[in-house]
T-cell receptor
């Protein structure tokens, strides 16, 4: 199935470090969503972005809707152990109601 | 405020059988989407229901069908189960499109 490219695939970081991940595509999107998923559970919505260039924060998380509408970025500041999990981006194609998900970034935090 | 709920939590079926999964949307939401998530991958869009009609469908065969009820809850039916149908099935609800989708905990289907 169709998926967006997310990078990095996985990352190990020390507690307290900042984290950056991104999602890229050759297609433009109208909406970007960022989710965190723990093993065996459903994705939890972190941030929603609706306009090109939009920058939105949710606590220690900040996400941006790329100006070209083909990418999005998520930053986590001062990581803590509970940030461990898989982060997914999802983009909504113009003229459709479906979201395409990224391949995921697996984050592991070392205490 | 009740979130998205799904039932059952786990299900084990054999090849060729049929299965029905259920979803109740978040309070106030009228749109339900279903996704299939294979191990190690991102969710794949199956279809979306709005006003009791299938509004959009992903690349899934006709063995996958659904229904939305007047109270906005929804069912996903899969006929003639294959081993490859084993996955986590996720339901997501939203209010408007484009809009943020909120996921339920999922139903883990195992086909033997």
């Amino acid at each position: 199935g169709q998926q967006l490219n997310q990078s990095p695939q996985s990352m190990f970081i020390q507690e307290g470090e900042d984290v950056s991940m991104n999602c890229t595509s050759s297609s433009i999107f109208n909406t970007w969503l960022w989710y965190k998923q723990d093993p065996g559970e459903g994705p939890v919505l972190l941030i929603a972005l609706y306009k090109a260039g939009e920058l939105t924060s949710n606590g220690r998380l900040t996400a941006q809707f790329g100006i070209t509408r083909k990418d999005s970025f998520l930053n986590i500041s001062a990581s803590i152990p509970s940030d461990v999990g898989i982060y997914f981006c999802a983009g909504q194609l113009p003229g459709t109601y479906k979201y395409i998900f990224g391949t995921g970034t697996r984050l592991k935090v070392l205490a | 405020d009740a979130g998205v709920t799904q039932s059952p939590t786990h299900l084990i079926k054999t090849r060729g059988q049929q299965v029905t999964l259920r979803c109740s949307p978040k309070s106030g939401h009228d749109t339900v989407s279903w996704y299939q998530q294979a191990l190690g991958q991102g969710p794949q869009f199956i279809f979306q229901y709005y006003e009791e009609e299938e509004r959009q469908r992903g690349n899934f065969p006709d063995r996958f069908s659904g229904h939305q009820f007047p109270n906005y809850s929804s069912e996903l039916n899969v006929n003639a189960l294959l081993l490859g149908d084993s996955a986590l099935y996720l339901c997501a609800s939203s209010l408007v499109s484009p809009g943020a989708q909120y996921f339920g905990p999922g139903t883990r289907l195992t086909v033997l």
